[in-house]
Nanobody, 117 residues
Framework: QVQLVESGGGLVQPGGSLRLSCAHS????????LGWFRQVPGKTRELVAS???????NYADSVKGRFAISVDAAKKTLYLQMNGLKFEDTAVYYC???????????WGRGTQVTVSS
């Protein structure tokens, strides 16, 4: 079973930057998707960015041009670089692994990102 641990959240002013990290416990066998989701109280969890095992990246319209997803396979770590943060980016951010062959989804416990002046 894949275990995921997020880090890098915190409090940042509007326009600032943060980099989230997600370390996974074991190497992944493809095909799979790695992703970052976020959730605010009272709303459904939404996809922020994802990357397939072939390296194709996908972003929510609300973060295009500001966020970048990347992977360091050697470190077994997924990153989300967040620039130009806005108040509406405030949420708990979750790391996700979706293994296509098994159909299983794995989730981290989340890391809080708060954008406030």
């Amino acid at each position: 079973q894949v275990q995921l641990v997020e880090s890098g959240g915190g409090l940042v002013q509007p326009g600032g930057s943060l980099r989230l990290s997600c370390a996974h416990s074991q190497s992944l066998s493809g095909p799979y998707n790695l992703g970052w989701f976020r959730q605010v109280p009272g709303k459904t969890r939404e996809l922020v960015a994802s990357m397939s095992s072939s390296g194709a990246a996908n972003y929510a319209d609300s973060v295009k041009g500001r966020f970048a997803i990347s992977v360091d396979a050697a470190k077994k770590t997924l990153y989300l670089q967040m620039n130009g943060l806005k108040f509406e980016d405030t949420a708990v951010y979750y790391c996700n692994v979706h293994e296509f062959r098994s159909g299983l989804h794995y989730w981290g416990r989340g890391t809080q990102v708060t954008v406030s002046s």
